[in-house]
């Protein structure tokens, strides 16, 4: 039975390095886009400074305890992606968005994990209390990281536009949620599985936003476009009792055209001058006025 549950421990602490790859992965379109268009927008820095961070507290927490290798690999990898992604968002964030970030990476990964290490190391009464210590920091910043999107979420009620929250990296945290919850609970770590069920609903959450708000961005330009299509003709609304009225009307103003048209024509041939070539009146009328 002990075998057969390290077995299962190890097949699902495998799946959660794949599936949290994945997730490292899946903001690369989001941070191209930053790329090509030379500018962040609307992206925030604080589901990767946050992320980074707990990259570094479950790599601290892996070291202190043993047969959490897995753990070790695949935050390792996590630390070199969040770190290319908080680069490139420096390098394109406005000044105020640049200011904000340094003082979270700063205030966080350099203060707070200092201050971290330093107090269990010398604090702490021995291994096993450090490992419990670290271990509830790693389920509070956890739980951080699932939060942190919820920013973001905001943003998309509030625009009414996914276009901010990109769905492979909802799916992706969704997954991996399942699969480190498994992981923790055959391997009897709490703190493993506790923070994957709010990151499960936090996942479908933001999943249920994106389906609901995808065509909300679509939908909202074509309405925009509507009035620019029309701004340079004019709207006439017209009685229908008075179109025979109008009919006649339109009928004088155009035999009045063309002998105005025919008169000056012929006046400019006689002239010989080229300062007036062509005169043209041009009547438009509603297809609906002549039915």
Same mark, same amino acid.
């Given at each position: ?26 903001? %690369? ?6 790329? $090509? ?17 707990? !990259? ?22 996590? &630390? ?6 908080? &680069? ?10 640049? %200011? ?24 702490? $009464? ?10 509830? %920091? @790693? ?11 919820? !920013? ?7 625009? #009414? ?28 770590? @709490?703190?493993?599985?506790?923070? +994957? ?17 995808? +065509? ?25 009792? #008075? ?17 105005? &048209? ?6 400019? $041939? ?17 297809? $609906?006025?002549?039915?």
């Amino acid at each position: 039975m002990a075998l057969l549950s390290a077995h299962w421990t190890l097949v699902f602490g495998l799946l959660g390095n794949v599936v949290s790859f994945m997730v490292f992965l899946s903001p %690369i379109p989001t941070f191209y886009k930053v790329y $090509k268009k030379k500018s962040t927008e609307g992206f925030q820095s604080v589901p990767y400074v946050v992320g980074l961070f707990s !990259c570094m507290l479950w790599i601290y927490y892996a070291l202190l305890k043993s047969n959490t290798l897995l753990v070790i690999t695949i935050n390792s990898v996590g &630390c070199v992606f969040q770190t290319v992604y908080i &680069c490139i968002f420096l390098i394109y964030a406005p000044r105020k968005a640049k %200011i904000q970030t340094w003082k979270l990476l700063v205030s966080m990964n350099v203060v707070g994990f200092g201050m971290i290490v330093l107090l269990t190391q010398f604090v702490a $009464k021995g291994a096993a209390q450090r490992v419990v210590i670290v271990g509830w %920091i @790693c389920l509070i910043f956890s739980l951080c990281v699932f939060v942190a999107p919820l !920013c973001v979420v905001r943003q998309v009620i509030r625009t #009414k536009s996914v276009e901010y929250m990109p769905f492979l990296l909802s799916f992706f945290l969704t997954l991996s949620a399942v699969m480190w919850f498994f992981y923790g609970l055959l391997l009897k770590d @709490c703190n493993i599985a506790v923070p +994957n069920v709010l990151g499960f609903t936090f996942g479908i959450l933001q999943m249920l936003l994106y389906m609901i708000y995808k +065509n909300k961005k679509k939908n909202i330009i074509e309405a925009k476009k509507l009035p620019e299509m029309f701004q340079d003709d004019p709207v006439i609304i017209i009685d229908d009792e #008075k179109l025979p009225e109008l009919k006649a009307k339109i009928n004088d103003v155009m035999r009045l055209g063309a002998m105005v &048209c025919s008169e000056m024509k012929s006046d400019a $041939k006689n002239s010989n001058e080229n300062e007036l070539d062509m005169l043209e009146i041009q009547v438009v009328i509603p297809k $609906k006025v002549l039915a």
